[in-house]
Every structure is written in structure tokens, then in C-alpha cells.
């Protein structure tokens, strides 16, 4: 993998820093459990969940809660072809609901039948099951 280039992921991480002070995005920040968590950059309001190697992304999924209503939403997951069916994707829900655990798990559009499978296997003994959900009337649309 290109990134793996020595000194390449350093170079990245600095570039990506100064693209976010010069666009006046928020910083990233890490949590607890090791995942990134910044801004999502397509929905206004919503926060994004990434994994990375070096300064590469290979898990990323776009989420919005409602603690008033105990709902939450997950969009657009993505994992990185090198990495798909390895658990990543299972890793990085389970590390968001483990972070807010009274919330109902939901998504916004339909499940395209390539991705049945997928939401099946994910939701099985979640709260919500990753269903399909409108936002609630708290949650302004992104």
C-alpha cells in the first residue's frame, strides 16, 4: 500500500491539518475507543465515525442522534475494498453504539438490495436494527 511509504502518512497528517485550519474545519478529534470523530463534510449537523491507517480512511460512516427521542441514525457506511468483510464495518457500529448506549439505531434511506445482507447481519440484536427511520422532528435534516 502506497501510504505505507515511510515518512508518506507524517506528510498526510500535516496537509490534512492545514486543509482543515485553512477551510475552517473542526479538528479531528479521537476517542476513547481509537476511532476519529469530525464533522461530517456532506451533512451539516451530522458527525462522521472513521477508522485510519496512516492518513488513509478505510472505515467511515456519517451519524446523527437524538437523546430526546433515544434515536439514532448511521449513513453511508464505507469501508475501503482492501478491507471489506474483516469486520471493520461490525467494529465501528458496535464502538458508536457502545459510545451512546441507550439509542434506538436506524438509517435514513432504503437498503439497497446489495447491502440487505449487510444491514441483516449489523442490526441482528440491535436496538432499532439499523431500520429505516425518518428523522425525528428535533433533528434538522442534513
Known sequence: MASQVSGRGSWRAVLRRIADAV???PARSQVASGWWDTASQERPGWRERAAHLDADIVFSVDYRSCRRCGLAWVEQP???????????ARAGLSALRAEHPDLNWHTLGGHLTESQAFWTVVGTGVPG??????????????
Not at 464505507?78 to 471493520?88: F, I, S
Not at 436494527?129 to 442534513?142: E, K, M, N, T, W
Request: proline share 7%; glycine share 10%; hydrophobic share 20%.
Open 23 to 25: 477551510l475552517d474545519r
Open 78 to 88: 464505507y469501508t475501503d475494498p482492501l478491507y471489506q468483510r474483516c469486520g471493520l
Open 129 to 142: 436494527g439499523y431500520q429505516q427511520r425518518h428523522l425525528c422532528s428535533h433533528v434538522r435534516p442534513g
